[in-house]
């Protein structure tokens, strides 16, 4: 059965899964549900079933957009890989967004006043492009929300202490306005934090530091998850999901 590691700060039905419970083999062995991956299609679709059987969502129910570590965030309706975006907000209750990752990092928000959520995929270039900031920016703006309130969780994401970098990409970071912070000189290039850094551009969205969860974990360390860098590129993703609420009765 599919595992889902789940925030505990988000009331809403989500989930960040990993590797066990799923069909495929070889390189992809587990629950690789990234159609693109080179992964045996038939394989990647039970895959698919069973998560979404562990949801308790039907596959008409699922917003899962085309990523193209880009900056654009959709409003989300259902449809399966019809629209290119990296991030989706929604408030229709009962839909589910879908995130999919093999080292970036999956970030889910939640607001429980107006019920409203979205979902980022946040690798160097969507952070660089401020796609966290910008996804609380639509649920302020399209919602109403008010990211005070509002719910972050970060999921499995390469780490720092594994995640080196050319100097462009930090000449690009700083060129954006980041704190040398993210950044950790490590003889051989430069260290990037990717969760800190999308941290930082939560805070400054306005977002609480106790309404923002990480949950540690480092998809090139932790053998339950894929890792894009690690395996060289040959490998599955991983989802993060979230679900707008029903409304209380």
């Known amino acids: 059965m599919p595992e889902l590691i789940r925030a505990p700060n988000i009331a809403a039905p989500h989930g960040f899964t990993t590797r066990a419970g799923g069909v495929s083999g070889g390189a992809y062995a587990g629950l690789n549900l990234g159609l693109s991956s080179g992964d045996d299609a038939a394989a990647v679709a039970e895959n698919r079933r069973r998560v979404l059987e562990v949801l308790g969502a039907a596959q008409g129910d699922v917003c899962a957009f085309h990523q193209v570590h880009g900056d654009r965030v959709l409003e989300a309706s259902p449809s399966w890989f019809e629209e290119e975006a990296d991030a989706a907000v929604s408030d229709t209750p009962g839909l589910w967004l ?9 970030v889910l928000f939640h607001d429980p006043r107006t019920g409203a959520v979205g979902a ?3 690798g160097w270039r969507g952070t660089v492009a401020r796609l966290a900031q910008r996804t609380v920016e639509a649920l302020r703006s399209r919602f109403g929300c008010d990211p005070a ?10 780490r720092q202490p594994y995640y080196q970098v050319g100097p462009e990409v930090a000449r ?3 060129a954006a306005g980041f704190p040398e912070g993210v950044f950790k000189e490590n003889g051989a290039g430069v260290l990037l934090d990717v969760p800190g850094a999308n941290r930082w551009l939560l805070l400054e969205s306005g977002v609480q530091e106790a309404n923002l969860w990480d949950s540690g974990l480092c998809t090139y360390e932790d053998r339950r998850f894929y890792s894009h860098r690690r395996d060289r590129g040959r490998t599955g993703r991983q989802w ?3 679900q707008v609420p029903s409304p209380q009765k």
């Open 120 to 122: 980022a995929h946040c």
């Open 240 to 242: 993060g999901v979230i």
């Open 98 to 106: 879908v995130v999919s990752t093999a080292d970036c990092l999956p």
């Open 149 to 158: 309130d509002v719910r972050v969780a970060f999921g499995p994401a390469i």
């Open 172 to 174: 690009a970071f700083l």
